[in-house]
């Protein structure tokens, strides 16, 4: 039988508390990593405060650009609205992917056997005596 940590977990989605903070705002949409998005009140300033919840690890990279903007208030409605359509051009947004196995590693790089191309003869070593 598993224990369902969600609740209590603020790394994990939202806590209890989260959820009971989001009575009577509204949701304004969900992106394609399954993120929640939510709008109500104002704050110090007058705009519109902002949340997301995250399907799963509470990690920004995860956070699509454009609703970024939209969180930060760089664009005033949800992007559906605001932005133009997606070019066929445009690649999909990627997560954070350091400390994982897709990482991206640079030929000389210890996982990729430490050996890299030598020096073409245009650099000259330093060396304290010179």
Not at 55 to 74: F, K, Y
Request: aromatic share 12%; no cysteine; hydrophobic share 35%.
């Amino acid at each position: 039988m598993a224990i369902n940590l969600n609740p209590f977990t603020w790394w994990n989605g939202a806590t209890i508390g989260t959820w009971f903070g989001l009575r009577g705002k509204t949701r304004v949409g969900e992106d394609e990593l399954g993120n929640v998005y939510y709008q109500g009140g104002k704050d110090t300033a007058g705009n519109p405060r902002r949340w997301v919840i995250y399907d799963g690890a509470n990690d920004a990279s995860r956070i699509a650009p454009e609703w970024l903007a939209w969180l930060q208030h760089t664009i005033d409605d949800v992007p559906d609205r605001a932005l133009p359509p997606v070019r066929q051009w445009q690649k999909p947004a990627l997560a954070n992917m350091t400390g994982t196995p897709h990482a991206y590693r640079p030929s000389g790089a210890l996982e990729k056997g430490g050996n890299r191309a030598s020096a073409t003869g245009d650099y000259e070593a330093w060396s304290p005596d010179a």
